[in-house]
């Protein structure tokens, strides 16, 4: 069995964790997630937190108790504290802004690319910075992946949007003869 799923995970005083069939719905105070639970995994809230177990001894109940344990620990500090993404932003001319609940970037295309920004996300423009903000994981990250997918940074010259962290291995390019 998992690591994460051994221990019982911790709910916050102003968290609430419902269990009503195969969803699990934990309120707090940014908002409310829901997830469906697989038929493998078993959840109980108990006295001193949410206890994930799985049913059976299949291989798949073996590879989802753990998976469903992070998941609900990600759900709890998302209602709690929230993720934040950064993305930086290289490159002469390339620029972003948000207007209303649009993302407008300039990215050295013929046109201008906008993105509608997901609902219950928070954008926040800076200077070569781009904050997303929300409270689900998965819609933080997915909505900042599809911004990187649309610049990814180039080895020769560094270019394009990247994660603030990330590290882009650079290459050499063309010797003169």
Do not use: C
């Amino acid at each position: 069995m998992s690591r994460l799923a051994k221990r019982p995970i911790p709910v916050p005083a102003k968290t609430e964790v419902q269990i009503s069939g195969t969803s699990i719905s934990v309120k707090g105070p940014k908002g409310t997630l829901t997830r469906v639970a697989s038929p493998f995994v078993s959840v109980a809230v108990g006295p001193e937190g949410v206890q994930v177990t799985k049913k059976g001894a299949s291989r798949e109940a073996q590879a989802t108790v753990g998976t469903y344990a992070s998941h609900i620990r990600n759900m709890i500090e998302g209602v709690n504290a929230g993720f934040t993404k950064k993305l930086l932003i290289e490159g002469v001319g390339f620029k972003w802004d948000v207007q209303g609940k649009t993302l407008n970037l300039s990215l050295g295309f013929s046109h201008p690319v906008k993105m509608d920004i997901p609902e219950g996300l928070t954008v926040v423009v800076e200077k070569g910075a781009l904050a997303i903000a929300g409270f689900d994981k998965e819609v933080v990250g997915q909505f900042a992946a599809n911004v990187r997918a649309l610049k990814k940074p180039e080895p020769y010259k560094g270019k394009g949007i990247r994660y603030e962290g990330e590290v882009i291995r650079r290459k050499q390019g063309k010797k003169a003869a």
